[in-house]
């Protein structure tokens, strides 16, 4: 059983910057973001395989956001630039416990944290 911690959300201005950290219990293999608006469905941000060499992006954050890893710290990162006002949202990192490759489906993974709130003003 793996656990995990996000941090870094906040408050911040549309075009501004927001860095979320993923703090696990123990080493991860496919990882990912997932983000949750008010009345909608959790759905993918970005996700990274278990070595670092492949990500994926929903088009809504591409050239925006980055997703990044530090496997020798059990930690998983979210870099948001140019944030929007919809962009707001409950933001979940995401732990797969058998594929090293990048996952994108919600329900294929195993660990989920308990979330971390990101709001942009207009």
């Known amino acids: 059983q793996v656990q995990l911690v996000e941090s870094g959300g906040g408050l911040v201005q549309a075009g501004g910057s927001l860095r979320l950290s993923c703090a696990a219990s123990?080493?991860?293999?496919?990882m990912g973001w997932f983000r949750q608006a008010p009345g909608k469905e959790r759905v993918i941000v970005a996700a990274?395989?278990?070595?670092?060499?492949?990500?994926y992006y929903a088009d809504s954050v591409k050239g925006r956001f980055t997703i990044s890893r530090n496997n020798d710290k059990n930690t998983l990162y979210l870099q948001m630039n140019s944030l929007k006002p919809e962009d707001t949202a409950i933001y979940y990192c995401?732990?797969?416990?058998?594929?090293?490759?990048?996952?994108?489906?919600?329900?294929?993974?195993?660990?989920w944290g308990l979330g971390t709130q990101v709001t942009v003003s207009s």
């Open positions: 990274i395989s278990w070595s670092g060499s492949t990500t």
């Open positions: 995401a732990a797969h416990k058998k594929s090293v490759t990048v996952v994108i489906a919600t329900d294929e993974y195993d660990y």
């Open positions: 123990g080493p991860t293999l496919s």
